[in-house]
């Protein structure tokens, strides 16, 4: 299993996911009015259909969200509710390619268990405001991705990859363009990222993300 892996997702799988964000609720939880989320955890396994290897992706049904308070000191602890990834967005050819993607990458079994965080981080005000409020941390998983999707009117933003969690210096920073992907190990590396502003500071704006986590 690698440690670290850069892939690409097709214009074509960017553009059938990119308009899904739009819809993302604001929450009640702490970071809820900038970091707009749905949530879901699907199967993912392959299927063979006349020389091509495609993502079946099924969702299971609704839990809610945790991380320990030892790797989240933000929210860590804490079981949170989000609303459901829309079943057109799993559904979509987009996020097969996604998964697949993720799951060779990784050598994840057929029927593997991923959950998958869409996230709109949005700018407060002209000032800075944190993609990552918990900081430096490890999020409990074999194995993460984080895929870009779209920027609009934003600065800063930049994932952040450590190799351990007293590292004030990260070895990767890297903005992440729309269908970028960054896999890494994360019960080896640690990772954050930069806040964000507004580049126009009378307008808001928007960074939207994919987050892929699985449990080997």
Known sequence: MKLLQLNKLSDEAVESLAESFDRLPHTEHKDGQYRLRRYSVVEVRTTFWSGVTEAEVTKLEHRRFMQDATLNKHQGGMKRDFEEIEDSVIESEGMKEMCLAFKQANELIDGQEVEIHQMRVVTLGDGLTPVAPEGVHQ??????AMIGINRLNLSGGALLIYESASDRTAFLEKELAAGE????????????????WPLDRKEQGYGDWFILCAKK
């Open 139 to 144: 999020d409990g998983f074999d194995c993460i």
């Open 181 to 196: 992907m960054v896999m890494i190990r994360d019960d080896i590396f640690w990772h954050n990222a930069r806040d964000v």
